[in-house]
C-alpha cells in the first residue's frame, strides 16, 4: 500500500485490512509519548509506562541523550499552551499512504512556512499538509512544529532505527497472528457492520507508544485505502486478540456519532457523553 514497514494484508475475506508497524507512525507516536503523553483529556492517549520503558531501552543500548530528550520540557510545554497543537496527536493518521522520508519533507516545508498552505511535496501528502496547516497557522506554531519535526527525526538516527530494527521479529510474529485472527474469526462475522460504515478496508497500524486511546481516521467513502485505524502494539502473538478489541472500540466511535447525531447530540463528545 506504499506505506512502508512492511505489514501484513488480509484480504482473502470479507473486508480488507492491512495490520501493519509503520516506521513513521510508530516514530511519530514515540515522540508524542516522551513529551505529552497524558494529552488533553481524562484517558491518557499514551502507554503511561512507556517513557520510563524507553529510558531504560536507551539506558540498555548505551545512547546518548537526544535532541528531543533534551527540549521534552520545551515542547511539553508549548503543546499545552496552546490547544492548536493538539493536532500533533494524530499525525500519522492524515498522510496514510506517505512514508517516512516522504512526510518528514511535507512537514519540514510546513513548518519553514510562516503563512498559507505551501505546495504539499507529493499528492500522496498533500491532505496532510492541508490539514496541518489549517489548524497550524501562525508563523510562531509553524516554528515549534518545525523544531519538533527535526528533534524526532534526529531521534530516528541517533536511537529509533537502531530499537525499530531489533524489535522486527517481534513486530512480525504479532501482525501474523493478529492478521490470521482477523481473517478466520472477526473478519467474516463483522463485515456487514464494518461495510456499513464505510471501514470495510483500511490500514490498522500497530504503534508501541499508543495505551488505550487508539486513534481513527475516515477518508474518502469512495477509497478504504485511507482508512487508517493505531491501536496499542500487543506485548506478544498469543495477546494478538487484545489489538483486535482495540479496534472494535475505536470503529464504534463513528456508529456512537451517528446516533447521538439523530438523537440532536451532535457535537457531544462521544467518549463523554453518558
Excluded: C
Amino acid at each position: 500500500m506504499g506505506l512502508g514497514g512492511g505489514g501484513v494484508s488480509a484480504q482473502a475475506g470479507p473486508t480488507q485490512w492491512t495490520f501493519a508497524s509503520l516506521p513513521f507512525t510508530e516514530l511519530w507516536f514515540h515522540g508524542m509519548a516522551l513529551v505529552d503523553p497524558v494529552g488533553p483529556g481524562p484517558v491518557p492517549l499514551y502507554d503511561p509506562a512507556y517513557p520510563a520503558a524507553i529510558r531504560k531501552e536507551k539506558e540498555r543500548a548505551g545512547a546518548g541523550e537526544t535532541s528531543l530528550d533534551r527540549s521534552v520540557g520545551t515542547f511539553r510545554e508549548a503543546f499545552r499552551r496552546d490547544p492548536a497543537f493538539q493536532v500533533l496527536h494524530f499525525v500519522p493518521l492524515y498522510f496514510p499512504l506517505a512514508g517516512r522520508t516522504e512526510v518528514f519533507a511535507a512537514l519540514k516545508l510546513l513548518g519553514g512556512t510562516g503563512e498559507g498552505i505551501p505546495q504539499a511535496p507529493s499528492a500522496r501528502t498533500s491532505f496532510g499538509v492541508a490539514a496541518l496547516g489549517s489548524v497550524l497557522t501562525t508563523p510562531d506554531q509553524r516554528r515549534v512544529l518545525g523544531e519538533f519535526v527535526s528533534a524526532v527525526e534526529e531521534e530516528w538516527l541517533g536511537f529509533y532505527e537502531s530499537h525499530w530494527r531489533g524489535t522486527a521479529d517481534r513486530r512480525q510474529s504479532v501482525e501474523a497472528a493478529l492478521s490470521s485472527l482477523w481473517q478466520t474469526t472477526w473478519s467474516p462475522a463483522l463485515a456487514p457492520y464494518l461495510q456499513g460504515l464505510g471501514m470495510a478496508g483500511g490500514t490498522a497500524a500497530l504503534a508501541s507508544a499508543i495505551g488505550a486511546e487508539g486513534r481513527i481516521f475516515g477518508g474518502s467513502p469512495e477509497d478504504i485505502r485511507d482508512n487508517v485505524l493505531v491501536v496499542s502494539t500487543p506485548p506478544d502473538a498469543d495477546r494478538a486478540h487484545e489489538a483486535v478489541f482495540s479496534m472494535l472500540r475505536e470503529v464504534s466511535f463513528p456508529l456512537v456519532r451517528t446516533v447521538m447525531d439523530r438523537a440532536g447530540m451532535a457535537g457531544t463528545d462521544p467518549g463523554r457523553a453518558e
